[in-house]
C-alpha cells in the first residue's frame, strides 16, 4: 500500500503495517517518519530494535540471521535496513523480499533509503514491501510551501509567529528544512511559548550561540582556518547535524565556483558580485577569499562537499565531520 506523508499520522493511529518502505531525499522529514514509525510500534510491545546499514560489501547474511535468532527471543523486534543508495542488488534484494514475507505480529521490518530511482522503484524487493506493508514516498517541501510549512512547525511548537517572522526564517534557512528545525527550536528555548515578530528572531539570532555555521563558512573565507576548525569543534559539540554543516559550506562553494567562472571569462568581479547579489558588507570576504585560490580549486572543494553531504546522510562511507575540516582548512588556505 502506499501512502502519502500526511496520511501516515492517521495510518499509524490505526494499525500497524509488518513492514515499511520509506525513502526520500528530505533528511529531516525521512527521520521523522521514521521517528514515529518507531513509536508506533513500541507503543505495541516492540521492545528490541536492530538495525542494518548496507554499504559497499555488507554481509547480507547479517540480515537474514535477524530472522534466525527469532525463535531465541520472546520479545517483539525492530529490524531496521538502510540503503544508502537505494540499490541493494541481487543478492541483497532477495534477502529484502525473503524478510518482507517473515514480517508479522513479531517481526516488524523497516527500510529506509534515498529517493528510489524507476528502476528500483519497479524492482521485485520494492513492490514486494509495497504489497506486504506501507510504501512511503517522502517528498521536499518545495519554496513556495515553506513559510506554510514554517509557520506551522512554529505554532507545533508552541510559538505564534507573525508573517514577518515566518518570512525572515525562510530566508535565513534557504529551503534547508533541518536548518529551519533548529532555528525553530532555538526560539523555543530562547522565548518561550508565545508570540514571536521578526524583531524576536533578529534578536534570537544576535544572542544565539557562538557557534553557528554562518561564522563557519565566514572564519574559512576570512582565510582564519584555526577560527574555523574551532567553530567547527564547536558546532559538533553542540550537537548540530552535519548535514546542516555541509550545506552551508556547498551554498558557498557553489558561490564562489560561479564567481570564479565569471572572472575566468572576463567578467569583472565587481559586476559578478553585484548579479550574483551578494551583500556588500561580504563583498570584501568574497573577494580575499577568491584571491587567494587558483582556477578550479572551488569546483574540486565542491566536489568535496558533495561526498562529505553523502557521508552526512549515510549514503557513502566516511567520517563526515573530518571531511568538513578537510575542506574548511581548503578554503582558508590557498
Not at 508506533?40 to 510491545?45: K, L, P, T, V
Not at 536492530?50 to 520479545?75: I, Y
Not at 534578536?203 to 576548525?229: I, Q
Request: aromatic share 4%; net charge positive.
Amino acid at each position: 500500500m502506499k501512502i502519502r506523508a500526511n496520511q501516515l499520522s492517521s495510518h499509524l493511529k490505526n494499525s500497524l503495517a509488518p513492514c515499511y518502505l520509506v525513502t526520500g531525499d528530505e533528511h529531516l522529514l525521512v527521520a521523522e517518519a521514521l521517528d514515529d514509525i518507531r513509536k508506533a510500534a513500541i507503543e505495541r510491545g516492540f521492545g528490541n530494535r536492530e538495525l542494518h546499514v548496507a554499504t559497499t560489501g555488507f554481509d547480507w547474511n547479517q540480515l537474514t540471521a535477524s530472522t534466525g535468532n527469532m525463535s531465541l527471543f520472546a520479545e517483539q523486534r525492530i529490524v531496521e535496513l538502510r540503503l544508502p543508495t537505494g540499490k541493494p542488488g541481487r543478492v541483497g534484494g532477495q534477502a529484502i523480499v525473503d524478510l518482507a514475507g517473515q514480517a508479522g505480529p513479531e517481526l516488524l521490518f523497516i527500510v529506509t533509503g534515498p529517493k528510489l530511482d524507476a528502476g528500483a522503484a519497479k524492482s521485485k524487493w520494492a513492490k514486494t514491501l509495497e504489497q506486504k506493508g506501507v510504501s512511503l514516498a517522502v517528498w521536499p517541501i518545495g519554496l513556495r510551501e515553506l513559510p506554510g510549512w514554517i509557520a506551522s512547525r512554529m505554532r507545533k511548537a508552541g510559538l505564534q509567529p507573525d508573517r514577518e517572522a515566518v518570512s525572515m526564517i525562510v530566508d535565513r534557512v534557504e529551503g534547508n528544512l533541518l536548518a529551519a528545525g533548529q532555528e525553530i527550536e532555538k526560539l523555543r528555548l530562547l522565548l518561550g511559548e508565545g508570540r514571536v515578530t521578526a524583531r524576536d528572531v533578529e534578536d534570537a539570532v544576535a544572542n544565539s550561540s557562538r557557534y553557528d555555521v554562518y561564522k563557519l563558512t565566514d572564519a574559512a573565507m576570512a582565510g582564519d582556518a584555526p577560527r574555523a576548525v574551532k567553530i567547527l569543534g564547536g558546532l559538533r559539540s553542540e550537537g548540530v547535524e552535519p548535514v546542516i554543516v555541509m550545506w552551508a559550506l556547498t551554498r558557498e562553494l557553489r558561490s564562489l565556483a560561479t564567481l570564479d567562472d565569471a572572472i575566468r571569462q572576463g567578467t569583472d568581479l565587481g559586476s559578478a558580485m553585484r548579479a550574483a547579489r551578494v551583500w556588500n558588507s561580504r563583498q570584501g570576504l568574497v573577494r580575499s577569499c577568491i584571491g587567494r585560490h587558483q582556477r578550479g580549486a572551488f569546483h574540486r572543494m565542491l566536489k568535496a562537499s558533495g561526498r562529505a553531504d553523502a557521508a552526512a546522510k549515510g549514503q557513502r562511507y566516511g567520517d563526515p565531520w573530518q571531511m568538513a575540516a578537510d575542506i574548511v582548512i581548503g578554503m582558508a588556505r590557498a
